[in-house]
T-cell receptor, first 111, second 111 residues
């Protein structure tokens, strides 16, 4: 099973809302990632968790708050977002065999 | 700072022709990935290249890695329409598991 599951698939939120994106994998992977992808652009790294500890924060605004409750789960908490934050948010995980698997993504629209 | 560049950015090919996509990166790395992305979809893992001189093939696609030149290539043989997609290379920056994507190559295979 190489599945990385992301929920929800689609999310529409207002600029004053608080919502969360969730990512789950049951492969015991040692690192998990959040990426943001705008249309016709490459994925842009946001955060990396290695062994459940935040190891990389690519100067992401504080309105995005990651959380890794355990080795299988990764959340991205969203608060006071702007319309320009609308994008595809991708979660990925790194296996011991150095393969990185991506989830299907969460399409976020901020209105 | 790790930078990853691909060329060309856009490639229009005729079916049956061969072509190569190039991926250059700026700092030492021993892990390079190739992904495919269809419109509105997530990333599909194609190849993981883990050492200098690594070559992998799957169907009409073949990827290689030259860590000394900091160059990877994705060669397409006898292109077919089904290969039309955006192709990304991604480079792992080392112990931090920082995976940075190239600019992407939009491949359009014309009948």
């Amino acid at each position: 099973d190489t599945e990385v599951t992301q929920t929800p698939k689609h999310l529409v939120m207002g600029m004053t809302n608080k919502k969360s994106l969730k990512c789950e994998q049951h492969m015991g992977h040692r690192a998990m990632y959040w990426y943001k992808q705008k249309a016709k652009k490459p994925p842009e790294l946001m955060f990396v968790y290695s062994y459940e500890k935040l190891s990389i924060n690519e100067s992401v605004p504080s309105r995005f708050s990651p959380e890794c409750p355990n080795s299988s789960l990764l959340n991205l908490h969203l608060h006071a977002l702007q319309p320009e934050d609308s994008a595809l948010y991708l979660c990925a995980s790194l296996s011991d065999a150095n393969t990185i698997y991506f989830g299907e993504g969460s399409w976020l629209t901020v209105v | 700072e790790l930078k990853v560049e691909q060329n060309p950015l856009f490639l229009s090919m005729q079916e049956g022709k061969n072509y190569t996509i190039y991926c250059n990166y700026s700092t030492t790395s021993d892990r390079l990935y190739w992904y495919r992305q269809d419109p509105g979809k997530s990333l599909e893992s194609l190849f993981v290249l883990l050492s200098n001189g690594a070559v992998k093939q799957e169907g009409r696609l073949m990827a290689s890695l030259d860590t000394k030149a900091r160059l990877s290539t994705l060669h397409i043989t006898a292109a077919v329409h089904d290969l039309s997609a955006t192709y990304f290379c991604a480079v792992d920056g080392g112990a931090t598991n920082k995976l940075i994507f190239g600019t992407g190559t939009l491949l359009a295979v014309q009948p």
